[in-house]
């Protein structure tokens, strides 16, 4: 289950005034759910998924993971809860470009603390369809084909929660499609919760949830 708990989020900017991001948002939702954010650029979605992941604490209020409070379990708490338990593929990918794509997952494998991380890279990166393309360093390799290691990356440790920031905001109509039902296919055989940003409307009516961001509050789907 993940709960927000009156979560604020409040930055201040270098002239010393502050910007209210996300204001006293609560809501819940059972583990194993796909839940779709929306809302304008700018709304906070990243914000809001960088506190679900722990890489950001609130201003205020408490951010409940998996019946971690993660406020409470300090760097090396939250470093280890996100290794074991999170998989996050980011708006900008985030892939370490000096490494191979097969590098790249094998040291999240890492990580996680997993026996086999290469073996567990190669499931992976044969499950988004990239085995002939593991040798390749990122920028061998198509924008779309990125983002399947990013998501190989994000499951290489069969996360309970997966995390994804508009996975498919770089990608034509057919691959963002083709990436969409991969990351479905996987919330469904993983059984892991699916936490997705998107702008687009016809694939997050194709999750269990929709919050809509708006103004720093959700204004539908929290109730
Ligand atoms: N570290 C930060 N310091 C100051 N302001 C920030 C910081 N991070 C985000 N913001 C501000 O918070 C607001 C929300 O940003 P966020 O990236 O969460 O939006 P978003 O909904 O993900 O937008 P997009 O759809 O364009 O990705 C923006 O106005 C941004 O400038
Ligand atoms: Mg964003």
Redesign the pocket.
């Given at each position: 289950m993940i709960e927000l708990r009156e979560v604020s989020r409040i930055?201040e900017?270098p002239a010393g005034e502050s910007?209210t991001?996300l204001e006293n948002l609560s809501c819940s939702f059972e583990a194993g759910l796909s839940v779709a954010i929306e809302?304008p650029?700018?709304?906070?979605?990243?914000?809001?998924l960088g506190l679900l992941a722990g890489l950001d604490q609130p201003t205020s209020g408490q951010v409940i993971v998996a019946g971690h409070a993660l406020g409470s379990l300090g760097e090396a708490g939250l470093s280890r809860f996100r290794a074991q338990n999170l998989g996050f593929v980011f708006?900008a990918f985030h892939l370490l470009q000096h490494f191979s794509a097969l590098q790249n997952v094998v040291i999240a494998g890492e990580i996680a603390g997993l026996q086999s991380p290469l073996k567990a890279a190669q499931e992976a990166l044969a499950r988004v369809g990239l085995e002939r393309r593991m040798g390749h360093l990122p920028g061998q390799l198509s924008g779309g084909e990125c983002q399947r290691v990013a998501i190989a990356r994000a499951i290489v440790a069969r996360p309970k929660i997966l995390l994804c920031d508009?996975p498919t905001g770089s990608l034509d109509r057919v691959n963002a499609s083709k990436v969409f039902d991969l990351l479905l296919a996987l919330h469904q055989d993983l059984g892991s919760t699916l936490v997705l940003?998107t702008?687009d409307p016809h694939l997050a009516d194709r999750l269990d949830r929709q919050l809509l961001?708006e103004g720093g509050r959700f204004v539908s789907g929290a109730a």
């Open positions: 930055f900017s910007l991001v809302g650029s700018g709304s906070g979605k990243s914000t809001l708006q508009e940003v702008h961001l």
